[in-house]
């Protein structure tokens, strides 16, 4: 097996980093050269990944001919909104059948498509055999070895099964399912959530605020994940829960840092404007609430981050609306 790993952020170095220590042929593929010639300098991605140092086994490359030369496994670790036009200016040198492994999250802003069918359609006649991994991780404690376990899912069984040994190792467990939109959809939605639980920290409502935007935002995304043909089952595990729980807890979370600032009166625009990374809830949330509109499925927190970010609701008007909605049953 060789992997190319397409994105050299802090997530995605993480994982090249990890599969070239598992023993597995790696190769990092940097969109920014100058990121690609930092880490054959000094064995370290300064720029995404400050402290710690890489794998003397892992390749790097920002020219993606020579990056993905022999390769059959690609990682994808590529901002959700950026991965059709990568795969699309890639096609010519990618191999026919490629086993794509997706480490994104989030819908597609135009399409209002999953990663699944964004990458079928980006690769039309190229028969790609498709994978999602999502899970609780964060990159600095995954790149520090300390214990983290994620799901894989994968259609395919015999392929699902070889990437879960590829990618486990003593500090990170990676559990099995055929269930591959579920995965995909609940690393999605939690963006979302973990953008709200942010906010009301930010304004200062205490743990039980917390704790009922976890559990009621839980619901919100297996209604529609269910709708658009996850398991419930897989919303109850890893890439659901627990990965919900991590985004809205931990401060290492940049969706939940998105939520605090703007809960603490910054704008939007201020927030991420100082951001090097993506928070992918950002766009995530403005597909969220189309595509509930869409298949008519309810998703009252959601729609409230949505009045936040793009119609200026003021965070507290839009707890308010959501403490006053009907009463109903859980």
Known sequence: ??????????????????????????????????????????????TFLPGFTLSDKLDVESD????????????????SQFIRPALESFKDVLPDNPVIVCASKGIELNSLLPMSKVVAEALEGKRPRYASMSGPSFAAEVSADMPTSVALGCEDHELGRELQEAFSNPYFRVYYTPD?????LGGAVKNVIAIAAGMADGLQFGHDA?????????????????????QERTFMGLSGMGDLVLTCTGDLSRNRQVGLRLGQGAKLDEIIGEMKAVAEGVKTTKALHDLAKKLNVDLPITEEVYAILYE???????????????????
């Open 180 to 184: 591959y939109r579920g995965v995909e």
């Open 312 to 330: 200026d609701k003021d965070p507290a008007t839009a707890t308010r609306d959501l403490m006053s909605r009907d009463l109903k049953d859980e």
């Open 210 to 230: 917390r704790a009922a935007l976890i559990t009621r935002g839980l619901a919100e995304l297996s209604r529609l994940g269910m709708a658009m043909g996850g």
């Open 1 to 46: 097996m060789k992997v190319a790993v397409l994105g050299a952020g802090a997530w995605g170095t993480t994982l090249a980093n990890m599969l070239a220590k598992n023993g597995v042929e790696t190769v990092l593929w940097a969109r920014e050269a100058e990121v690609a010639d930092e880490i054959r300098a000094t064995r370290e991605n300064k």
């Open 64 to 79: 993606p001919a020579i990056a993905f030369a022999g390769v059959d496994y690609f990682l994808l670790v590529i901002p």
